[in-house]
């Protein structure tokens, strides 16, 4: 089956400096990568997503990037603010299954 | 819409007990799961369900299991439940694209379980 790994997982930053998440997969017949941010005690919300026939896709603060090639996407957030804070777990599609990653603590430190 | 809903919240159990945690879409996604989130590992699949009638299981299965008689509706039930069944658990649904094309996966609000 598809293995994510997710790095790091604890980030910390200043608040107004940008953060990156990096996560590889395995399955070259993975086609969607969500990223969703979860608060403390809260469900996953999806953030962003994006297909395997695009390289790139931003709203707003948040971008996410796709090489296939590498097999690897990334999660950057500019400009940081404190209510980015949460746990954000990226997620690799293939056929009828999510495989998640394990999770990236984001602290913002004001 | 509700969305995903999913009972009760917080539930404690003694070992071997058995119960069910009830989960519920009102989306008419077709793909609905149970994922188990536990500290430094994610979101581990159980089981899941591409449609009414039709389930399957997922990397960490056992000693649970699930049903699917109606869209709306998927419970995940614990048949002699273990300290090692600890866990938040989260019901998830989506809708089906053509190709089996990944979408949006709809979490519910999850269930706190501590097996003592």
């Known amino acids: 089956g598809e293995n994510v790994e997710q790095h790091p997982s604890t980030l910390s930053v200043q608040e107004g400096d940008s953060a990156v998440i990096k996560c590889t997969y395995s399955d070259s017949a993975s086609n969607y990568f969500p990223w969703y941010k979860q608060e403390l005690g809260k469900r996953p919300q999806l953030i962003i997503d994006?297909?395997?026939?695009?390289g790139e896709k931003k709203d707003q603060r948040i971008a996410v990037t796709l090489n296939k090639t590498a097999k690897h996407f990334s999660l950057h957030i500019t400009e940081t603010q404190p209510e980015d804070s949460a746990v954000y777990f990226c997620a690799a599609n293939t056929g009828n299954q999510f495989y998640f990653g394990t999770g990236t603590s984001l602290t913002v430190i004001p | 819409n509700a969305g995903v809903t999913q009972t009760p919240k917080f539930q404690v159990l003694k070992t071997g007990q058995s119960m069910t945690l009830q989960c519920a879409q009102d989306m008419n996604h077709e793909y609905m799961s149970w994922y188990r989130q536990d500290p430094g590992m994610g979101l581990r699949l159980i089981h899941y369900?591409?449609?009414?009638?039709?389930?399957d299981q997922g990397e960490v299965p056992n000693g649970y299991n699930v049903s699917r008689s109606t869209t709306e509706d998927f419970p995940l039930r614990l048949l002699s439940a273990a300290p090692s069944q600890t866990s938040v658990y989260f019901c998830?649904?989506?809708?089906?694209?053509?190709?089996?094309?990944?979408?949006?996966?709809?979490f519910g609000q999850g269930t706190r379980l501590t097996v003592v």
């Open positions: 369900s591409v449609g009414a009638g039709i389930t």
């Open positions: 998830a649904s989506r809708y089906r694209r053509t190709g089996e094309e990944g979408t949006e996966a709809f």
């Open positions: 994006i297909r395997s026939n695009v």
